[in-house]
């Protein structure tokens, strides 16, 4: 799902272009005068000591309410300061033509007061290949470019453009925003939200723009000149990026954006009758007994048996293609393997409904926002398996199962639903488990002088092992082992053996293990003692939180999901005795949210090391902040170190794991 959102900050609205070879002619660029309700305002003129790159005369953004949807009037003066500034010369603008043309109404250079018709001289060019085709995405956007000849520093490049956005899936229904960037380049900023007569939204202004506001029967605006930088307080939950934002919706409530999608999932979900998918299904009732296996059988079908290939063409931004289709052409899009699922979960008789999720990290306060499609940009399926709640997302590689937590850390969700139904909030939890573990094992039983076997085990669970799957389950062993040979041979190893990659599905885990020799650069402590540092021993002391005395110093503080742990295993020389062995300190700790900690056991000829750390709370307050700042000096650093010390008894440390 793509997200139907404006947004406008400090960049221009036209982008650079890619570079495509295929062109045709700029007849679908319309040149037409503004519409009569598109009102730009009066520009500012740059101060004759202006610095910097660009000063913005005039940025300007209007979204205009129809009974059929939205039409969005751009439209910009610039003033180029600097030499890099001329790659604004590159104009560039995108639409959708399934809603419409793209109509250019100025394209001018102001020089010495003279205006400058750069349409006279230049047109723009077509693009008429995908952009994003290399990334299995089919959106229809057409793209046009047009490069400004004799552009130069000094000169005031005046743009305005009017695109149309009339999304048949939501019937006329609109919703969007606009929003300032934290740090926005000098110059004069402005929105407008028009509508006609009936078609006024509800609209949200945050306090930091409500002075700016004016409002009038059928619209309201916001203009600003030299907006003072406004940035989000430092290491605060992503929800306080909202400084500078307008928002307007047709939506009642999240039931009505859920409502409006469920109808298009049903239908999509009904297998013709004879359908090669009701046969799948049977196959997999017949395979298994168990339905998490069948299920998981499903899931998998999905995941391995089509490909994924965005598809927007038309009405297939936010309409699924129906489940028979996606099967018959062997790829799909979110909303298309969702369907695919939800068909056959069905015919398994597994209670299932798609749920809206947002991939990216940023619905952390939607509760707060006003109902919008555009927040969400993927889609999965939320099933009732085996009386628990469990995820299933046919995106993924196919060793993703069912999972009782979303692979994403996601907030707020919206199950789809033809009585409509409520944003939803994932309550947030640490990870139960590592989601990387490294076993370090070390093999001196040779003696100090020689080189040590050295095995590395990494398991790595979640987002980052599903990815390590896909980068590594195309490769052959051989092309594995070779790609580790060269890349870690000279480092801890001085030779490998072999390196054996696996996916353990029931364990949700990608397992990596190297194994070789290398040397060990054991200290001479003098009179024939030894010591080690161990590899992965050590924390680096956790940075301070603090603000700028400008920023909300009340607001929490934010801390991503993480557990890791590390386990170093040393087989002690065979030439010494285990009594003749120590090691340095433990502890176990808790410091702005995250538990540390650290341990060490002398048994059976070895010194085994475990160290870890797991995020416990997701934001922290203010006041916890600070008492921790106090106690960062006591923060234990320290490296974990053995000892050897010969002829001498060592007794074991008294708080040994």
Known sequence: MISRTFRLAAGLALTCAANAPLLAAAEDIVLAPAPEWAKPGQAITAPVDATGLIFFERQHIQMHLDAAGQSQFQ?????????????????????????????????????????????????????????????????????????????????????????????????????????????????????????EPGQEPMTKISPALQSAVTRTPDGLSISINNPPPLAAPKNAPPRFVWQRVAEYSDYADWSAVAARFAPLYVRAATLRPGS????????????????????????????QQVRYVYVGLGAGNLTPADADTSWQRRFADCKGKTVLLLALLKELGIRAEPVLVNNSGGDDGLDQRLPNPGYFDHVLVFATIAGKLRWLDGTLPPVARPSLRPILPYRWVLPISETGAKLERIGWQPFPEPQQITLYEMDARAGFDAPAKITTTTITRGIEGLTQHAQLSALTPEQIA???????????????????????????????????????????????????????????????????????????????????????????????????????????????????YRGMRRQDGTIRLIRGSVVLQDEISAEVAARDNARLASFDNSMAMIYYTPARNTAPHPAQL
């Open 276 to 303: 090669p998918l009701k046969a799948e299904a049977a196959r997999i009732k017949a395979a298994h007994a168990d339905e998490m296996e069948r299920a998981a059988a499903a899931l998998k079908l999905v995941q």
């Open 482 to 596: 070779a790609t580790f040979r060269s890349n870690l041979t000279g480092g801890v190893f001085q030779s490998i053996d072999h390196v054996r990659w696996r996916y353990d599905e029931a364990n949700d885990a990608s397992v990596l293990t190297i194994a070789g020799s290398g040397a060990v650069d054991w200290d001479d402590d003098g009179d024939g003692a030894k010591s080690l540092s161990l590899p992965g021993g050590g924390f680096n002391p956790p940075d301070r939180r603090q603000r700028d005395a400008g920023q909300d110093q009340k607001a929490p503080y934010f801390n991503e999901a993480s557990f890791d742990c590390h386990v170093t295993t040393v087989r002690l020389p065979s030439a010494t005795k285990e009594a003749e062995w120590g090691f340095n300190t433990w502890f176990y700790t808790t410091m702005f949210g995250r538990l540390y």
């Open 75 to 195: 439209s910009y003066r610039v003033k180029l300061l600097h030499p890099q500034a001329l790659q604004l010369g590159n104009v560039v603008l995108s639409w959708n033509p399934s809603s419409g043309s793209a109509v250019v109404h100025t394209l001018a250079i102001h020089r010495g007061g003279q205006v400058i018709n750069v349409l006279d001289q230049a047109k723009f060019e077509i693009l008429r290949r995908e952009d994003q085709l290399e990334q299995a995405m089919l959106s229809g956007i057409l793209t046009a470019s047009l490069q400004v000849p004799d552009l130069r520093v000094g000169d005031v490049l005046e743009v305005a453009f009017t695109v149309r956005s009339a999304d048949p899936t939501l019937g006329g229904a609109v919703s969007g925003l606009w929003s300032l960037a934290e740090v926005p380049l000098p110059g004069q900023y402005g929105m407008r939200l028009s509508w």
